[in-house]
């Protein structure tokens, strides 16, 4: 098993590898972020790529630019030199996302100001949850912490972050009040807000060691035992890293959730595949969905209309960088399953994200590292590229996607600041 494992976790963790464990605080059992260096974020940024997707990044560091005009169809949501705005996260028309920053008022009488982005810890850094309205509304900072613990998520009228010690902590978009959630997040991502609950993969304390999916009932104020899945020790497929902390092996619908898990493919356990499995919220059965065998589904994804989609890569295979054919196939409840999007080879379909009946994700198909997007709906429309020759995402780019469209975190001007486009 681990043979496989370890690949696929090269693969999709080597461009996002900057999750690092936090310790040393109250409640400090939560994911922390490590963000890159800003030199880092430029060597990937300016990535070159040879048409097969072959190719190495370039170290070359951009020179500081001026926001010039904006591209057709694209628009700054973000604007002048305080920071870095990253982690996006959208829901309908309102957006969350952190700035990354560093308060002169923390700072020693001559003390030189920090690279934050190298070292959110250090004395002076700081990371403000921003909040607005699209398209027009004014920015307002939910809350200011030290250091970047996870990234925010937003959904089903709620704002969920991480505070400085690790807390789960919760914003009514309808009350403008923040509550602390009394649970506890040992190695969890953030909460997903979804159907009056919050939902997350993590650690189940109280069972000594067992992982799965878990729901904290908003309504009763407790851990819900009736919607949780079966706690066991299955290793679960990747959710992506996308907003550092954000990713999640599981996928929620009007309908079902659904996830992908690492488990036995014969009874004797010779054989390992990844396996999606679907479950109706309120039953006691997770039946395995039949899906391609010849495949691992690693990142199980439910459209708008309830269409299972997986991105998936050739059992047997292995997937290390420069040796994956990642796809994402559709699979319609009636119907023969589709192909949505075969990836450059080396493939990087980097953490697709669904908005209705849309997947996003970021690859280097065409060159450089851009944002594409198909419509599951619309299949024979095939793949189309949603960001300009001027934006500089590279692998190290967060992203959100909603029914309005899309925000990017760019470094166009040098400093990492966020776009937006619509459908």
Known sequence: MNALIAPHIAAVGAFVAVVALWAGAPGCDVEAVQ?????????????????????????????????GPPVAGERALTHGSDGDDLFPSLDGDELVWVRIRVDATLLASGQEAPDCLSCPYCTGCVADIRHRRLPDG??????????????????????????QNGYIQLYDLATRRTASVPETTYGNRTPIPFGGALWWYGYDYSSWGSWGLMAYDLSAG??????????????????????????????????????????????????????????PYYGTEAPAVPLDPERDHIHPMLTASDTLVTENYLHGAGCTVGNCDLALTAYPANGAPRELAPGAKPSLLIDP??????????????????????????????????????????????????????????????????YSRDW
Request: proline content about 4%.
């Open 35 to 67: 963000l890159p260096a800003r030199e880092d974020a430029d060597a990937i940024a300016v990535a070159e790529v040879s048409a097969d997707g072959s190719g190495t990044d370039s170290a070359a560091s951009p020179p500081e630019a001026q926001e």
């Open 138 to 163: 004014e920015e307002e900072t939910l809350s200011t912490t030290y250091g970047v613990r996870a990234a925010p998520r937003i959904g089903d009228g709620h704002i969920v972050w991480f505070d």
């Open 222 to 279: 407790e851990r819900s035992t009736e919607l949780v899945t079966p706690m066991d020790d299955g290793w679960w497929g990747s959710g992506g890293l996308n907003g550092m902390g954000v990713g999640q092996p599981f996928a929620l619908g009007t309908k079902r959730v659904v996830w992908s898990r690492w488990e036995a493919a014969d009874a004797q356990a010779e054989e390992w595949t990844f396996v999606v499995h679907a479950w």
């Open 353 to 418: 994200v669904v908005a209705g009946d849309r997947i996003v994700w970021l690859d280097h198909r065409d060159g450089l590292y851009h944002l594409w997007a198909v419509d599951v709906a619309r299949p024979a429309e095939g793949a189309r590229r949603m960001t300009s020759d001027k934006a500089k995402v590279g692998t190290l780019s967060t992203f959100a996607a909603g029914t309005r469209g899309l925000v990017w975190a760019d470094r166009r001007t040098g400093r990492w600041r966020l």
